[in-house]
């Protein structure tokens, strides 16, 4: 019999098993299941098993204990994850015991930073600065405010420079502009911050865009169109100018 099977007929049964028990201590996660569901509480026998799991000693110390567990903490210390979530759900405040761990990693180090600290995190930024999402989100939702150590790695993210650019910046990036005028995001950029000029068939505009000091493929235009209305992005093209010439 399996430790599954084994854990399965007790949880069937509804009640516990002691002949099979020494079964369903061969694998951490049917005991952590078994302690949870089956026992309902501590199981002592099987805990200096699941305490060198960081993942299941991390739910048994939830779940079972409801509390601290001083025995695995050395063990979930380790993983930037589970110390994270100790730290979130139990221990409810900062484990410098964990920090090292924890600051290790771009993802927990963030959520740590906003979660646990609920503010900047100095010992961490360099690490999560190397990834644009979590960078962006420590700008946004940390800092408040730019943070140019983490524009150059931001600004080679188009998603996330877009959102950079609106929720941080509060206006065009045209540092990032080459990066997101190849990616999908080039449309809501340039609706966001660029206006759309509207003309209909009977109708031939000039337009100059000297004044939106533009780069690259924002670069200023002087934009012929006489067919009809067209998205910014299909018009700004070429050089001088796209699409025909007004004779």
Same mark, same amino acid.
């Not at 993942?55 to 930037?80: C, H, M, Q």
């Not at 644009?132 to 790695?153: D, H, L, M, Q, T």
């Given at each position: ?36 569901? =089956? &026992?309902?509480? %501590?199981? +002592?026998?099987? #805990? @200096? !098993? /699941?305490?060198?799991? $960081?993942?299941? *000693? ?5 779940? =079972? &204990?409801?509390? %601290?567990? +001083?025995?695995? #903490? @050395? !063990? /979930?210390?380790?993983? $930037?994850?589970? *110390? ?6 139990? &221990?409810?405040? %900062?484990? +410098?015991?964990? #920090?090292? !761990? /924890? ?5 927990? *180090? ?6 646990? &600290?609920?503010? %900047?995190? +100095?010992?961490? #930024?360099?690490? /999560? ?5 979590? *960078? ?112």
């Amino acid at each position: 019999m399996t430790p599954q099977e084994a854990y399965n007929k007790a949880i069937d049964a509804g009640t516990r098993f002691l002949e099979l028990e020494p079964i369903i201590q061969q694998d951490v996660y049917y005991a952590y299941c078994y302690a949870n569901y =089956v &026992i309902q509480g %501590r199981w +002592p026998e099987v #805990e @200096s !098993t /699941i305490q060198q799991n $960081a993942k299941w *000693a991390y739910w048994y110390a939830l779940n =079972v &204990i409801d509390g %601290r567990w +001083p025995e695995a #903490e @050395s !063990t /979930i210390a380790k993983n $930037a994850k589970w *110390a994270f979530w100790y730290t979130y759900h139990i &221990i409810k405040g %900062r484990w +410098p015991e964990a #920090e090292a !761990t /924890i600051a290790q990693n771009s993802e927990w *180090a963030y959520c740590y930073a906003f979660h646990v &600290i609920q503010g %900047r995190w +100095p010992e961490a #930024e360099p690490v /999560i600065l190397q990834y644009a999402k979590f *960078a962006y989100s420590y700008a946004f939702g940390i800092i408040k405010g730019r943070w140019p150590e983490a524009e150059p790695v931001i600004q080679q993210d188009a998603q996330r420079a877009c959102w950079y650019a609106q929720d941080v910046i509060g206006g065009r990036w045209p540092e990032a502009e080459e990066v997101i005028a190849q990616s999908d995001y080039k449309e809501g950029y340039i609706s966001r911050f660029f206006s759309e000029p509207v003309i209909t068939k009977d109708q031939c505009a000039y337009f100059e865009w000297e004044k939106a000091g533009a780069v690259g493929f924002f670069a200023p235009r002087k934009l012929f169109e006489i067919e009809r209305k067209e998205s910014l992005i299909d018009i700004m093209i070429g050089n001088d100018v796209c699409r025909q010439d007004v004779n």
